[in-house]
């Protein structure tokens, strides 16, 4: 099977360039392939989806770009740009203020305290948690975790933010309610963002593209330029046709997989 290239939109700058990646895992006298010469570009300033059933190395995939994995085979360029990488666990530092979690890469980075506190501030007042700065992780709801962390990503000053399914751990209401926020943030910050996630009506709320990985291992295998005006509602006949289109499709990998 040849591997498929999804380019970005014509004319824009590319933030992400893969190009037949292949990722193997070895333990002991076994070895998994995780990813199968994947190719992707990303454009500037674009939203993207990645999406697959579990197992598929969408996250692995992030790992590699953000450089926690060496590369079996393959190049993936990010052009100097800054990346940030958000899991889906907050993992936030409980002994420490939302504030102070907040400020915790802009210290490693040896950003004035003044400074750090200010632009500390002015993240969670992005993220509507200003009023919580001197509270505690534990204190906090789980979306409003999610929050704090988001404003802690954007304090990195990324250029690129790999978010590997950040609400999949939180209820359909709250999960909404961030959806809003993270396109709002997505507009006001000119942010590259590759959202990893397995839940198709989101990546079709959110996404500009939706990107679809086979079953483990993970190939490029569909590309769905996602047309619909913004802002978009979840439950919009747009968005609900369209995820139907993409589940369709996403149930042939699943199956294949399954013989």
């Known amino acids: 099977m040849e591997a498929v290239l999804e380019r ?11 190009r037949n990646v292949s990722q193997t895992y ?27 059933a579990s197992g598929c190395g969408k996250s692995t995939l992030l790992n590699l770009i953000v450089g926690l994995y060496r590369i079996s085979s393959g190049t993936i360029d990010v052009g100097g740009r800054r990346v940030a990488l958000m899991f ?17 890469g802009m210290r490693f980075r040896g950003v004035s305290a003044p400074e750090r506190r200010s632009k500390a501030l002015d993240l969670l007042r992005l993220v509507h948690l200003d009023a919580f700065a001197s509270r505690r992780p534990h204190e906090l709801s789980g979306g409003m975790r999610q929050r704090v962390a988001i404003a802690r990503a954007l304090s990195q000053e990324a250029d690129v933010l790999l978010m590997d399914e950040p609400f999949g751990a939180l209820d359909a209401m709250t999960r909404d309610v961030l959806h809003d926020e993270i396109e709002t943030i997505w507009a006001r910050t000119g942010l590259t963002v590759l959202f990893v996630t ?24 569909a590309e769905f330029p996602i ?22 499709r996403l149930r042939e990998e699943v199956r294949r997989h399954g013989r």
């Open 26 to 52: 070895h333990e002991g006298q076994s070895s998994i392939q995780a990813l199968d010469r994947v190719s992707l570009e990303v454009a500037q300033g674009s939203f993207v989806c990645l999406l697959g």
């Open 227 to 248: 047309e619909i005006p913004r802002p978009r509602s979840a439950d919009s006949v747009a968005v609900a046709e369209t995820t139907a289109a993409i589940t369709n």
């Open 8 to 18: 970005a939109p014509a004319g824009q700058p590319i933030a992400i360039r893969i």
């Open 198 to 221: 397995h839940n198709v009506r989101e990546a079709v709320r959110l996404g500009d593209r939706v990107v679809l990985l086979s079953s483990r291992p993970g190939r490029v295998v």
């Open 88 to 104: 889906q666990e907050p993992a936030l530092f409980p002994w420490l203020t939302v504030q102070k979690n907040v400020e915790m």
